[in-house]
């Protein structure tokens, strides 16, 4: 069967998220606009440093738990890399879709909002909701469309 377009874009997410080098969530993200992707992004450390699959993980060996302490993770978020990339490359990402394999966190929503996204999709439910209570207020759509391993 053909997939929808949330379908087709959301399994690129996860295709994505195979790039990512985080130890304990593999997250990818897709920025899309009238049916185009304009940026794609995964969890990773910033360009040059070491990642966490070669040097490990400092939230892992305090034993932090999800969605606290995030200032303690090397990674930049999917949904980060996603509009970072748009912006170094250019590219206007306001108006768009953002497709993320994990439900944004509360960092990642204040930027989604700021770039003038319009809709997320997301796949996978996150332990702190304040992320999307975050787009909720800002009126941003959100649709919830669950992703398998």
Do not use: W
């Amino acid at each position: 069967m053909r997939p929808s377009l949330d379908e087709y874009f959301m399994e690129i997410a996860k295709v994505v998220a195979k790039r990512s080098t985080c130890l304990r969530q593999n997250v990818g993200a897709v920025i899309v606009k009238d049916k185009r992707i304009l940026s794609t992004g995964y969890n990773g450390a910033p360009m040059g440093l070491p990642h966490c699959l070669d040097i490990g993980c400092l939230r892992e060996e305090l034993n932090v738990p999800s969605g606290e302490r995030h200032e303690l993770c090397r990674a930049v978020h999917a949904e980060q890399n996603a509009i970072i990339q748009a912006a170094v490359h250019g590219v206007s990402i306001k108006g768009a879709t953002l497709y993320t394999t994990h439900q944004p966190c509360i960092m990642c929503a204040k930027m989604i909002i700021n770039a003038g996204i319009v809709r997320v999709v997301y796949g996978k439910r996150y332990a702190d909701e304040r992320g999307l209570e975050f787009l909720k207020e800002a009126g941003i759509k959100i649709d919830y469309l669950p992703v398998e391993e």
